[in-house]
């Protein structure tokens, strides 16, 4: 079954530590996307990477950082720096130009005590 | 500056009849709309897309309205059924980019 896997669901973190959450698609897409989602607002764009070894920032970037080695893996981390990081994270893939649409995965749940 | 707007943050409707859920945007060079479905916990589901060089699409019981002058989009879904029930958002596609601008989402409650 192709698809994301975001893991792990749920994540506590002393505040102070870095945490990466992890993303892996066997969808063989081009393109991979963290977002956030906080109560009562929409998906805010983390970063962005269109190919492998290359990522763009996207609207709210301050206090993360990613990595794209792999063409199927786009790990996020959360730094200590990042000044609110309990917050719903979503991760994303979608194929190209071809296509538009975006798969999610399920989500992890960072909670930043 | 939100570039995507859902108003509505909430829209209750009776089963068996038409939802509609409206979407505004501010950027001109969005070439590409799209409405996701979510549940609580879980991630976006691809529901219906629209170029924006069409003015509708169709697929089953969902329909998306492209209007560029007014920079407005809308999903009709007909007839609504209660497993319908979940947070509907619009997206928007930068021309040139991957970059995907999302509104903040309308809770959809379809009652039965």
Known sequence: ?113 | DQQVKQNSPSLSVQEGRISILNCDYTNSMFDYFLWYKKYPAEGPTFLISISSIKDKNEDGRFTVFLNKSAKHLSLHIVPSQPGDSAVYFCAAKDSGTYKYIFGTGTRLKVLA
């Open chain 1, 1 to 113: 079954d192709g698809g994301i896997t975001q893991s792990p669901k749920y994540l506590f973190r002393k505040e102070g530590q870095n945490v990466t959450l992890s993303c892996e698609q066997n969808l063989n897409h081009d393109a991979m996307y963290w977002y956030r989602q906080d109560p009562g607002q929409g998906l805010r764009l983390i970063y962005y990477s269109q190919i492998v070894n290359d990522f763009q920032k996207g609207d709210i970037a301050e206090g993360y950082s990613v990595s794209r080695e792999k063409k199927e893996s786009f790990p996020l981390t959360v730094t200590s720096a990042q000044k609110n990081p309990t917050a719903f994270y979503l991760c994303a893939s979608s194929i190209g130009p071809a296509s538009y649409e975006q798969y999610f995965g399920p989500g992890t749940r960072l909670t930043v005590t």
